[in-house]
């Protein structure tokens, strides 16, 4: 069940996944398509920005249940081709970076250290990080205008999306979903969201309610990323440790 868990949020939090659908979802608002056309060509031009994420994940195995909280923030350079990322739970803080091409991930003790994996040159890089992805998963699938809402006292407009199934297991890989093969049926009722500040066109905020379903368990979790500091310098600093004899197999212990 553990691993389940962080099958849930690994792919949440980084592949930006979205509902399991099994009927056709009515066709998109052209109102919505419009806004997350002119937010897709705002991002474009982005750099740097910053983003904090708080998720909420219960598993329950029969008669077994848990509960995790997460909490985490990170940085993205753009131009540099670099992520920071640390995501922190009761029990444990894990940092992981992306250079260029190559994503690391730290490793639980008693072994520490980094895995590596290469990330996917086939589209552009930008899309690897969490704010791209998101809007990439609502390029790709019919969305709704829900129009004018307020968040933390601003105004902004809400966006939903109904992705397909092939549109989620696109945007996951094998590092997103913590080394997990997600059989088919195993994504469930699960939507998403995205505010955008009607002024500049960017994403303020996106919630992500996913469930995964294994082998008899099932795994619930909501996510909310929020994105800010666009544009300002993100000077992100990788440790030499990262680079010291990764780990080409994935985390020991994680399989």
């Known amino acids: 069940m553990r691993r389940l868990v962080l099958a849930v949020c690994l792919v949440s939090f980084l592949a930006g996944c979205g509902a399991f659908m099994t009927d056709s979802p009515p066709l998109s608002d052209e109102r919505a398509v419009t806004a997350v056309e002119e937010a897709n060509s705002t991002v474009a031009a982005v750099e740097a920005y910053r983003f904090e994420m708080e998720m909420h994940v219960t598993a329950s195995d029969g008669e077994q249940s848990r509960t995790v909280r997460v909490d985490g923030d990170g940085a993205v350079n753009v131009s540099a081709k670099r992520m920071q990322a640390t995501t922190r739970t009761q029990d444990q803080t894990v940092e992981s970076y992306i250079d260029g091409y190559r994503a690391y991930q730290g490793c639980q003790d008693p072994w520490?250290?980094?895995?590596?994996?290469?990330?996917?040159?086939?589209?552009?890089?930008?899309?690897?990080?969490?704010?791209?992805?998101?809007?990439?998963?609502?390029?790709?699938?019919?969305?709704?205008?829900?129009?004018?809402?307020?968040?933390?006292?601003n105004r902004t407009v809400l966006v939903t999306a109904s992705p397909s199934t092939e549109t989620i297991r696109s945007l996951m890989d094998r590092r997103q979903a913590g080394g997990m093969e997600l059989r088919r049926g195993s994504l469930e009722n699960a939507t998403a969201r995205l505010w955008l500040?009607?002024?500049?066109?960017?994403?303020?905020?996106?919630?992500?309610?996913?469930?995964?379903?294994?082998r008899g368990a099932t795994a619930t979790a909501t996510i909310t990323v929020q994105y800010s500091e666009y544009g300002d310098p993100a000077a992100i600093s990788i440790p030499p440790a990262v680079y010291d004899d990764?780990?080409?197999?994935g985390c020991p212990g994680a399989s």
């Open 112 to 153: 520490g250290g980094y895995a590596v994996e290469n990330v996917s040159r086939s589209e552009p890089w930008a899309t690897t990080t969490p704010l791209h992805r998101q809007l990439l998963l609502f390029e790709r699938s019919n969305v709704y205008w829900r129009g004018n809402e307020t968040l933390d006292g």
């Open 246 to 249: 990764p780990h080409e197999l």
């Open 197 to 214: 500040d009607p002024e500049t066109n960017r994403p303020v905020q996106s919630e992500l309610r996913i469930q995964i379903s294994q």
